[in-house]
Structures are given as structure tokens and as C-alpha cells.
């Protein structure tokens, strides 16, 4: 027979609890299912957390993932964030402090609103797009971010071209696969801090940082770009940058490198010797406009499958030497009435 006790619930460890501040930071922390769970079963929980549990909204911002704070370029109005229709539920606005949550997705003059608060539910798995063309934004900072479910990030501050200053210190991107587009034309930028980003299960990079035209800087020595297939126009137009270190990317899987360093015209250094080209396809455009560089070591490549080769060195007046000797073209498709 056995006469071992039933083990105590965990609703009653939760009752004992006494301030409720910490009481939603735990669930908070937990940020699962079976928590939810403990929620619906545990009356004296839904009583202290003023919670109704056949609302999904109430009791789901126990799991405030991430939340976001913007704050509006003076004198601009506009859409300042994109919503997808079927996530509308897990997004939660509140404008300038207010405790009301708002609807809309965008503001108007006569608003008046100088400072947006958005809170998004551990549902969410797409940043896709999220601030796109999103120009009335001056600032947003991530002031938590608990979830590592968010794999798609592509063109999620596209065109925020009024954005001055950007915190992703909480950013979490360990199971992001698409960066691209990510910062493109983020032009009013003069400083950006990715290097606690995780991108060891990133495949896409192109445009990544393209016409951040303010951008001096980058630091992108913790970049893990082993999965990565495609850095089309990485660096496009970032024509501020004079310090760019790239050494230890690792470009084994990369087959589109075309205009990757295209309009780069700050750059005096760029460390290509180590690259791995062995499946690279497309090099056009890639140093194009990179009149500032004065040496350029791409005796290493290896180009056997390169198909395209234009403009890749266009504009470089300021490099004296170019060894391409070991260049193999191959598989150059040329025009057939080329003579």
C-alpha cells in the first residue's frame, strides 16, 4: 500500500509569496506554458493578480517578453509600427506613460504623443518588417527581451530614417536564421552596438547595414558568420564607415559577395586575405566605389565558381597594386556577342 503523501500543488509555493511584485517577476521569468496552467487552476493567483482567465490578453501579460520604448522625431507623425493582422492580440500600446492600451498603429499630430510603450506577448516569432518606413521614430530601446524565439528579424528597422538613437543591449538573437535589410537606410544612425548579437544560425546577411550613411564604426568581431549564404550589399553605401573589421568572418558558405563593400569610400583598411570564396558565384560591384583603400589582398581567392566579376574593382583610385593572377574566369558567362 502506498501511503507516501501527495506531492503539495505548485499553486500553494506560489501563495506563499507575499509581495506581488515578485510574484509576477517569477512568472514572468518562467515565461511557459504549464505556468499559464497554474494561473487558470489557482484562484487565490487570479484574486491577487486582479486577473480574468477567460480573457487571454489579462493573464498573458504576465509574460511581458519584450518591451520596447519609442520616443517620436519632433514635428513628425505617421505609422510607427507594423502589425501583422493575425498578432494583433499579442501586441499591447500604450502611448506617453498612459495605462489605457491603445489600437492604433500610428499617430497624428494632434495627438501629441512623444513617448510609445509596447509590450509583445513570448507568442511572437517574426520581427519581420516590424518598423518598416517607420520615420517618425527618433529612438527605440528594448528595455527587456526574454524570448529566443524570434527567428526572422529581415527589414525590421528598413527605412527608419529619422531613427538617432537605437538600444539593442537586451536583444536576444540566438535562433535568428534572416538578418537581412535589418538596419537598411537607418541613414540618420551615427552609432550602432551589435556586438552582443548572436549569429550563429544566421544564413542571411545582405543589406544588413545598407546606406547607413552616418555609421563610422562597427564592430562586428563577434559576428559567427559560419551558416551564412548570402552578403549581397552587406555594407552598401555605408559610405561614413572608416573602421570596419571583417577578419574573422568566416565566408565558406557565402555565394553572393556582389556589392557587398559597394560605396564604402571612408574605408582606408579592409582585411579580405582570409576570405573563403571557394563558393562564391557573384563578386560584381564588390569593392566598388572604395576609392579610399589602398591595398587590397585578394591573392587567395578562389573563384572556379564565379560568374560574375563586373565592376568589382570600379572606382578604386587609391590602390596602387592589385594582384589578380590567380583569378580563374572560367565560368564567367559573357555576352555571346562579345568578341
Do not use: W
Request: aromatic residues 12%; hydrophobic residues 35%; positive net charge.
Amino acid at each position: 500500500m502506498n501511503t507516501s503523501k501527495e506531492q503539495p500543488k505548485s499553486k500553494l509555493v506560489f501563495d506563499n509569496l507575499k509581495s506581488d511584485f515578485f510574484l509576477r517577476t517569477v512568472f514572468d521569468i518562467l515565461n511557459k506554458k504549464n505556468s499559464l496552467e497554474i494561473v487558470k487552476i489557482n484562484k487565490s493567483l487570479q484574486k491577487r493578480l486582479n486577473l480574468n482567465i477567460n480573457h487571454y490578453k489579462d493573464y498573458s501579460q504576465l509574460y511581458s517578453a519584450i518591451e520596447v520604448e519609442l520616443k517620436l522625431a519632433d514635428n513628425e507623425y505617421g505609422k510607427f509600427i507594423n502589425i501583422p493582422d493575425e498578432e494583433e492580440d499579442y501586441y499591447h500600446i500604450y502611448f506617453s506613460n498612459s495605462k489605457e492600451e491603445i489600437k492604433q498603429t500610428n499617430i497624428k499630430k494632434e495627438d501629441d504623443v512623444k513617448k510609445i510603450k509596447i509590450i509583445i506577448d513570448h507568442q511572437v516569432k517574426s520581427f519581420k518588417n516590424l518598423f518598416e518606413e517607420c520615420n517618425c521614430i527618433s529612438s527605440i530601446i528594448f528595455t527587456k527581451f526574454t524570448r529566443i524565439n524570434i527567428t526572422d528579424m529581415s527589414y525590421m528597422f528598413y527605412l527608419c530614417s529619422s531613427l538617432k538613437e537605437l538600444n539593442l543591449s537586451h536583444f536576444n538573437t540566438n535562433n535568428v536564421t534572416n538578418m537581412s535589410g535589418m538596419f537598411y537606410g537607418c541613414s540618420s544612425l551615427k552609432r550602432l552596438k551589435v556586438s552582443n548579437f548572436i549569429t550563429n544560425q544566421v544564413t542571411n546577411m545582405s543589406l544588413m547595414f545598407c546606406e547607413c550613411s552616418l555609421l563610422k564604426k562597427l564592430n562586428l568581431s563577434n559576428f559567427n558568420t559560419n551558416n551564412v549564404t548570402n552578403m549581397r550589399s552587406m555594407f552598401s553605401g555605408c559610405s561614413s564607415l572608416n573602421e570596419l573589421k571583417v577578419s574573422n568572418f568566416n565566408t565558406n558558405n557565402v555565394t553572393d559577395m556582389s556589392d557587398m563593400f559597394f560605396y564604402c569610400s571612408s574605408l582606408k583598411k579592409l582585411d579580405i586575405s582570409h576570405f573563403n570564396t571557394n563558393n562564391a558565384t557573384n563578386m560584381s560591384g564588390m569593392f566598388c566605389g572604395c576609392s579610399s583603400v589602398k591595398e587590397l589582398n585578394v591573392s587567395n581567392f578562389i573563384t572556379n565558381k564565379v560568374t560574375n566579376f563586373s565592376r568589382m574593382f570600379n572606382g578604386c583610385y587609391s590602390i596602387m597594386d592589385l594582384n589578380t593572377t590567380n583569378f580563374n574566369t572560367s565560368s564567367v558567362n559573357y555576352p555571346a556577342n562579345m568578341p
